[in-house]
T-cell receptor, first 110, second 114 residues
Framework: GENVEQHPSTLSVQEGDSAVIKCTYS??????FPWYKQELGKGPQLIID?????GEKKDQRIAVTLNKTAKHFSLHITETQPEDSAVYFC?????????FGTGTRLTIIP | NAGVTQTPKFQVLKTGQSMTLQCAQD?????MSWYRQDPGMGLRLIHY???????DQGEVPNGYNVSRSTTEDFPLRLLSAAPSQTSVYFC?????????????FGQGTRLTVV
């Protein structure tokens, strides 16, 4: 089955700096790559997603890039703010089922 | 907008007990699924359903049963609870017949088996 690896597991950045989280996937048939943000005590919430026919997608301070050849995708958050502190999960969808990465705990230092 | 509602939020069980985790969605989504979340392991798929009357196993189905008699409800049954089932459980739903669109998650059920 699909395997998704996510790095780093923890990340601390100064407020205003950028944060980058990277994921790799194993099955080249995966065609949908969402990113979820999970705040303490809540369920994950979609923040951005990208499909396999697109290389990059941006939504305000958040962007995702996809390299199908290398089978990796990344989340970029610019101008980080305290409310960006959370756990972030990448995922890959193959045949309609999501496989999640192990998560990155992002801490924004004021 | 209720979205995905899970009950209960917290539960403590003794080893060998059985219970049902409830999940309901009001978005008329065809696809529903159950995940468990353990430290350092992300979310792992337990069971999923692509529509009423149709269920299938995910990555970690042992010890769990599901049924889907209506579009709205997708309960997860623990047949004989074990300490290894201590986890946070999330129910999710999405439109269409797969997770290739935005998935909406419930708030989770924190289960402890002693």
């Amino acid at each position: 089955g699909e395997n998704v690896e996510q790095h780093p597991s923890t990340l601390s950045v100064q407020e205003g700096d950028s944060a980058v989280i990277k994921c790799t996937y194993s099955d080249s048939a995966s065609n949908y790559f969402p990113w979820y943000k999970q705040e303490l005590g809540k369920g994950p919430q979609l923040i951005i997603d990208i499909r396999s026919n697109v290389g990059e997608k941006k939504d305000q301070r958040i962007a995702v890039t996809l390299n199908k050849t290398a089978k990796h995708f990344s989340l970029h958050i610019t101008e980080t703010q305290p409310e960006d502190s959370a756990v972030y999960f990448c995922a890959a969808s193959i045949r309609g089922k999501l496989t999640f990465g192990t998560g990155t705990r992002l801490t924004i230092i004021p | 907008n209720a979205g995905v509602t899970q009950t209960p939020k917290f539960q403590v069980l003794k080893t060998g007990q059985s219970m049902t985790l409830q999940c309901a969605q009001d978005m008329n989504h065809e696809y529903m699924s159950w995940y468990r979340q353990d430290p350092g392991m992300g979310l792992r798929l337990i069971h999923y359903s692509v529509g009423a009357g149709i269920t299938d196993q995910g990555e970690v189905p042992n010890g769990y049963n599901v049924s889907r008699s209506t579009t709205e409800d997708f309960p997860l049954r623990l047949l004989s609870a074990a300490p290894s089932q201590t986890s946070v459980y999330f129910c999710a739903s999405s439109s269409g017949g797969s997770m290739n669109t935005e998935a909406f998650f419930g708030q989770g059920t924190r289960l402890t088996v002693v």
